[in-house]
């Protein structure tokens, strides 16, 4: 096969994934239909009010020293609606969300604040997907921590992490900050994470909640690749959304021309 | 810095990580403490009794069809305690669980079916750590899927992940079974993958819950790596459970002799 496109086969394909929001939209109001038989608290979206931001930041950083990452921001988001709202959320089995700590139990799979601000805004939002989608995009490119909070021992220290994968950030943040996995300084940079994507994923709640737009869009260089390996692709041998340098960069400075 | 160790220094690092079982029994019973400001439901462990294995591993193929694969294995689970049980779990927000399809909304991070897993296992067991790590060894090294199901409309074909990550799990697959990441065939097998997981997951809780030892070991390969990247290793920039050469091989290739 020759391992060139043209132009307009490539022009074509990413057209394909701008344009594959609208129909994201739909898929994600479908699926918020809970099987007929459950009890009614069974069914999500759990009921959400506006919630504060910046007390998000410092109640995520706390959370984290109490049970981690994915414990952090699930609080730090329905620790606030059990407050404001009671009743469903004061039941929910908030130390459950313990599990995903350092990637899932120290396996470092997806990080473990994505996965419990994942969790949370399922259990709140009507439309769940562009509020996942926007938040992972943005966690993949910020330079991040980027929280003030009170309490910390270090200076911050920020970088872009490229992946929603714990391993993958970890080792952006420490090539860059000089320090070690293990260290003080790693743990509360992942505090300070864990306060990071505790706010921003209120931020786009309450953007959802009042009707603006909340918006996810890939990097050219990732939909370049996912022209040819995702779905409709000539090769289409891939089924993700993940910034495909922060792991492939090697395989990418060998790719043939396209 | 040479880049070769000494056979008693790598010696020493192995049995580090061998002897590091004991420590996280400890820390695993020390973690399931919940703050004390927390209602009695936010605790856990929830009640546990053994489940039906068997009947979980089609369980789990079904509740993909209608929730995708971490719904599919928390619905396997957990679903059959709220039917001995009824209270708590016939309040608990099942459908919560959507969000981890594809690795978390198609982002392809955890095995979806592995993030429901460990969800139902800390909200169960009295020591989650042993039976999610033992699992994420078992799901990294197995031939998957490994269950007979009803209603399937395909012949099953079998693949090691060698991670616990969805977009490599599934490009193992393809590679194998010849079919594209978007094919039915390819869903059918990670439905079977659902129940796969859901079926080991309750024999590794009966298990624990008959006082049986619940085994974890990385690979002899695996170990050799973190011996000098892992903590106390010589070279320590990294934090994870993973198998290495998952993802990694082409590094291996050239890696320096050690």
Redesign the interface.
Same mark, same amino acid.
């Given at each position: 096969m020759d391992k060139r496109i043209n132009r307009r086969k490539l022009i074509t394909l990413l057209g394909g994934v701008a344009g594959a929001g609208a129909v994201a939209t739909l898929a994600a109001r479908a699926?918020?239909v809970?099987?007929a038989a459950?009890?009614p608290?069974?069914?999500?979206p759990?009921p959400y009010q506006p919630l504060d931001a910046e007390a998000a930041a410092q109640r995520g950083f706390d959370g984290y020293y109490?049970g981690e990452c994915m414990y952090g921001t699930f609080e730090a988001v329905v620790g606030q609606l059990t407050e404001k709202l009671g009743a469903?959320y004061?039941?929910?089995?908030?130390?459950?969300?313990? %599990? #995903?700590a350092? #990637?899932?139990? #120290?396996?470092?799979?997806?990080c473990g604040a994505?996965?419990g601000a994942?969790?949370a805004?399922?259990?709140v939002s009507p439309e769940?997907?562009p509020v996942?989608?926007s938040l992972?995009e943005w966690y993949e490119h910020t330079a991040l921590p980027n929280v003030q909070v009170m309490n910390a021992k270090f200076a911050e220290i920020r970088s872009v992490a490229q992946s929603?994968?714990?391993?993958v950030s970890?080792?952006s943040w420490?090539k860059v900050a000089g320090k #070690?996995? %293990?260290s003080a300084e790693r743990s509360e940079r992942c505090g300070r994470i864990t306060g990071s994507v505790a706010r921003q994923t209120i931020l786009l709640l309450n953007a959802q909640a009042a009707g603006k737009p909340v918006a996810f869009a890939l990097t050219a260089q990732t939909k370049g690749c996912m022209s040819c390996h995702e779905?409709g692709g000539a090769v289409?041998?891939?089924?993700?959304?993940?910034d495909c340098a922060g792991?492939h960069s090697?395989?990418l400075a060998k790719h043939p021309k396209v």
């Open positions: 699926e918020q809970v099987p459950a009890s608290l069974q069914k999500v759990w109490k469903p004061k039941d929910f089995p908030f130390w459950m969300m313990r %599990y #995903g350092g #990637g899932i139990k #120290g396996w470092a799979t997806v994505l996965n994942a969790a805004v399922q259990l769940p997907d996942i989608n992972f929603p994968l714990c391993h970890i080792h420490t #070690g996995p %293990y779905k289409e041998n891939i089924r993700t959304k993940m792991c090697p395989q």
